[in-house]
């Protein structure tokens, strides 16, 4: 250990209320700029996987945008449906391998509910590649029987086995409940870190099968259709919100997308989930780089804190600096000795800022995933997260220099003299 360093470690510890404000407020500075960094990244990354392995998404036409929020991130309404003769059509097309049908519009206890085909769980891919599994039971077969995703079991405490209603739209309270026809849960999806994992999931029969005695989006007066009765009836779905569509061969794909958005039957639109991706960054990236900057601003203020801090507390160190030039210390140790504060308490709001975003990651993580859909990873720092460190570091050691150089000038003679 150097003399200046023990000198830098005794000189911190006699001042340590003021260095712990001083580095706590450095550390909060740098928790909220990587925690930006963190919450961009992550909420990037968790959409990009989404929704992998579907060529084409399509619904009646809006905009793009618009319908990939509604139909894979179950975010917002669909402005129309989409005819299934029309569906049929396009699940024909030559170069069409599959389609998967989804109807929007019900929820349970503020979930979505997605009306589809068993085919969902074969062909819909979230990741890497990866394919939907089960913790526990099975894919829906009867009629009202369901598959809840990884969160709505949690915090629902539903299993295999458990009766649920559905209600009619997509608000956490709703007054029209299809009490008269409960569902029995079916099977349990593992998480997927998407919107899955708070969706119920049932037949598009199943859909038909609740709305059967309703009437313009209300129950028909006086009309009341046991379950039991419900099949003698045509269940074949007249609309859907949107399908998934994926093709033989990817360069087929803006030929099918021309034939869907040129549809002479009726208007839809056909869009590439990672091209829509890309566009909606593309539109909220001021936002992104507002943010940062913003974040930025607040570290450049935690630092001229410290800063300020540093140099107030010259006035009173005056003749302790004196009394360390009349023992033989250069102007130039001094100036290092000043500098070396500085940079300790950087570096320390520094590794404390960036311990309390992991905390807060792994603390807040799940919950922000489970009411919000938006992952906080805990992991180890990202590169470009080591280099807003740097960054911060670097602008400290040139903050740093500014009490420095005020010490290096302070003479002998000034520090010795008593003013009255």
């Not at 005794?10 to 990587?34: C, E, H, W, Y």
């Not at 900057?293 to 607040?298: E, K, P, Q």
């Amino acid at each position: 250990m150097t003399p200046l360093w023990h000198l830098t470690r005794k000189s911190i510890a006699n001042r340590r209320l003021t260095v712990a404000l001083t580095v706590a407020a450095v550390a909060l500075a740098v928790a909220m700029l990587l925690g930006v960094e963190r919450l961009r990244n992550d909420a990037r990354e968790g959409f990009a996987q989404t929704i992998s392995g579907t060529d084409l998404v399509v619904g009646a036409r809006s905009g793009p945008l618009q319908l990939l929020l509604y139909s894979v991130f179950h975010i917002g309404n669909a402005t129309n449906n989409v005819s299934w003769a029309s569906l049929q059509k396009i699940a024909a097309h030559p170069q069409v391998a599959w389609l998967v049908p989804l109807s929007l519009g019900d929820s349970h206890r503020g979930f979505r509910v997605v009306g589809t085909t068993a085919d969902y769980f074969e062909h819909y891919r979230h990741g890497r590649d990866h394919r939907l599994r089960f913790v526990a039971g099975k894919p829906f077969a009867g009629l009202f029987e369901a598959v809840v995703g990884a969160e709505v079991a949690v915090q629902l405490g539903y299993r295999p086995g458990a009766r649920i209603v559905l209600s009619h739209g997509s608000g956490e309270t709703s007054f029209a409940g299809h009490d008269d026809k409960p569902f029995t849960v079916a099977g349990v999806l593992a998480r997927t870190g998407t919107p899955v994992d708070r969706s119920v999931l049932v037949s598009l029969q199943a859909i038909e099968a609740v709305h059967v005695d309703w009437a313009g989006g209300a129950p028909m007066p006086g009309v009341s259709i046991p379950p039991e009765f419900v099949t003698r009836f045509d269940l074949e779905p007249k609309a859907v919100t949107a399908a998934l569509v994926g093709l033989k061969s990817r360069i087929a794909v803006f030929r099918v997308q021309r034939f869907v958005n040129e549809f002479r039957d009726e208007p839809l639109l056909a869009v590439l989930p990672g091209a829509t991706l890309q566009e909606m960054w593309g539109l909220i990236g001021v936002v992104e780089r507002a943010l940062l900057a913003v974040s930025a601003l607040v570290v450049l203020v935690g630092l001229a804190g410290l800063v300020a801090v540093v140099v107030a507390s010259l006035g009173e160190r005056r003749r302790e600096l004196a009394i360390l030039r009349a023992l033989g210390a250069s102007p130039a140790q001094v100036f290092l000795l000043l500098a070396l504060e500085s940079v300790v308490m950087s570096v320390l709001g520094c590794l404390l800022g960036l311990a309390l975003v992991l905390a807060v990651a792994a603390l807040a993580g799940p919950w922000l995933q489970a009411h919000y859909g938006l992952l906080l990873s805990a992991g180890a720092p990202s590169a470009t997260e080591w280099a807003l460190l740097g960054g911060v570091l670097l602008a400290a050691l040139l903050a740093s220099l500014v009490p420095a150089v005020r010490a290096y000038r302070y003479s002998l003679a000034d520090g010795m003299t008593i003013r009255i």
